[in-house]
């Protein structure tokens, strides 16, 4: 199984902080690469599919890069709608995997 | 607008069988997607159970292929998850989803706890 290691597993930002998030997988998967938000309670929302495409609707203030193993999530300016906890998933090859998540919180 | 909207018991007892059902709504059952099924523990991150392909191919996670099936039903446009002999480490929300061929799951079911408890 390809394994996909976030980092940090949290953080504590501001209000119109620039946040970035890193993925790492245990092999290369070239783009194949998806982020997605959860919020307390609520179904995960895809956000960026092949490392950097933006889903339909989702604002450009997300923005996703890299290619092989290595992989980041950038806010470019949080707002209050984006604390939330944020997973990584590659889907170059079954079993699909998840990264454990990262949690941004309010500072 | 595309909807997948899960349905099925909130609680199993240990040893039975989970069996959930996913509608979908919006958009062909038989188009060219990988329609799936993720879970959730209480407090704990996401983990892929298993999908079926428009062409009825499943694929499963090797932690769980022993004891799931999933099936599609083109006529009812809906597809279903059994996950058989439940103990209490499969208490979850789960969750399904669409992901077209090639791609990354888009769409996501609103979620359903289902409790593993006698």
């Known amino acids: 199984d390809i394994q996909m290691t976030q980092s940090p597993s949290s953080l504590s930002a501001s209000v119109g902080d620039r946040v970035t998030i890193t993925c790492r997988a245990s092999q290369g998967i070239s783009h194949y690469l998806a982020w997605f938000q959860q919020k307390p309670g609520k179904a995960p929302k895809s956000l960026i599919y092949a490392a950097s495409s933006l889903q339909s609707g989702v604002p450009s203030k997300f923005s996703g890069s890299g290619s092989g193993t290595d992989f980041t999530l950038t806010i470019s300016s949080l707002q209050p709608e984006d604390f939330a906890t944020y997973y990584c998933?590659?889907?170059?090859?079954?079993?699909?995997?998840f990264g454990g998540g990262t949690k941004v919180e309010i500072k | 607008q595309v909807q997948l909207q899960e349905s099925g018991p909130g609680l199993v007892k240990p040893s039975e069988t989970l069996s959930l059902t996913c509608a979908v709504s919006g958009d062909s059952i038989s188009s060219t997607y990988y329609w799936g099924w993720i879970r959730q523990p209480p407090g704990k991150g996401l983990e892929w159970i298993g999908s079926i392909y428009h062409s009825g191919s499943t694929y499963f996670n090797p932690s769980l292929r022993s004891r799931v099936t999933v099936s599609l039903d083109t006529s009812k446009s809906q597809f279903s998850l059994s996950l058989r002999s439940v103990t209490a480490a499969d208490t979850a929300v789960y969750y399904c989803t669409r992901r077209p061929s090639g791609y990354a799951i888009d769409y996501w079911g609103q979620g359903t706890l289902v409790t593993v408890s006698s």
């Open positions: 998933q590659q889907y170059i090859t079954y079993p699909l995997t």
